[in-house]
């Protein structure tokens, strides 16, 4: 069973309006006068970082990765839960999670720790938010002739893993922090969630994602591939696009409106007449080559 399939499997069983078809990044929950968003995302060893990295940027992506969530919502962080599961480094662990904890002034509420000798680390973390504009933002509100936007580069993080894996990262001019510790959002998404049609965090990479806005909103996605600010070599244009980790904030908004923020335009919402969520360059994406990371 693919991804896909399985978020598909469970959408009878998530039939509670907060929970958005399953087709958001998070849950959006009213109570009372509060709207709470809430997200869950994890990270598992050799797959979402190297095996042996430092587990102080272990905890950090963790964390932001979660918040990047929040900052599609134009959520503001009120705490985490953080699922643990023991082994080695675990001080390095604190250490990062104290570190990227107060830099967001987000508090730790609580969470679970396991112990599973012998097999691959995972890691969980749930964070929750409360909306500073309602309703918050989803992917499926961009309409045709609405501009698509992008607050800066792609590309950066495949660079910065291509680079530790080859030993290089920061020892040969190479920074590799956008990988390693990924900076959310938070404050842009909270400034353009009263104004975009749809949002959503780069996680799985940009053409993927964009696709998802697609689908969400029943439109096409046209793509300027050159118009897309990337932080690789030229000749890895085509790579960024489709790389994942750079969180940068991928949003609609009506075309006569600018941005209340930096930000690039990449391309244009079209009516779907058939050929599907996205087009890079005014052609269907090919079909043996993914546009994203798919688990």
């Known amino acids: 069973m693919t991804e896909a399939d399985f978020i598909a499997a469970l959408r009878h069983i998530a039939d509670t309006p907060a929970a958005r078809g399953l087709a958001d990044d998070c849950a959006v929950l009213d109570i009372g ?7 869950h995302d994890s990270l598992a060893e050799g797959v979402h970082y190297l095996l042996g990295h430092d587990m102080a940027d272990v905890a950090w992506k963790l964390v932001a990765s979660n918040l990047s969530d929040l900052a599609a919502k134009g959520a503001k962080p009120i705490g985490v839960l953080l699922g643990f599961m023991l082994g080695d480094n675990d001080t390095r662990f604190i250490e990062g999670l104290t570190e990227i904890l107060a830099a967001y002034d ?5 969470g679970d720790t396991i112990s599973a000798p012998g097999s691959h680390r995972v890691f969980g973390l749930t964070a929750l938010g409360t909306a500073t504009h309602c309703p918050p933002p989803s992917r499926s509100g961009a309409q045709p002739g609405d501009a698509i936007w992008i607050t800066g580069p792609v590309g950066g993080a495949m660079m910065g893993l291509e680079a530790l894996r080859a030993g290089a990262g920061n020892g040969a001019g190479i920074d590799s922090t956008a990988y390693r510790r990924p900076i959310p959002l938070l404050a842009e998404g909270q400034a353009l969630a009263p104004v975009v049609t749809a949002m959503m965090d780069v996680s799985d990479g940009l053409l993927l994602d964009a696709s998802r806005i697609g689908t969400a909103s029943g439109v096409t996605m046209a793509i300027e591939s050159k118009a897309v600010p990337i932080a ?14 750079d969180y940068q ?47």
């Open 33 to 39: 006068n509060e709207t709470l968003v809430l997200t």
């Open 106 to 110: 987000v508090p730790l509420l609580g």
């Open 249 to 295: 904030l991928l949003f609609t908004m009506p075309a006569e409106l600018t941005p209340p923020l930096s930000a690039v335009r990449i391309g244009t919402v079209e009516r779907d007449h058939g050929d599907g969520p996205l087009l890079i360059d005014g052609r269907v994406p090919a079909a043996d080559r993914p546009s994203g990371y798919l688990h």
């Open 232 to 245: 690789a070599p030229e000749d890895r244009r085509a790579d960024a696009l489709r790389w994942g980790d």
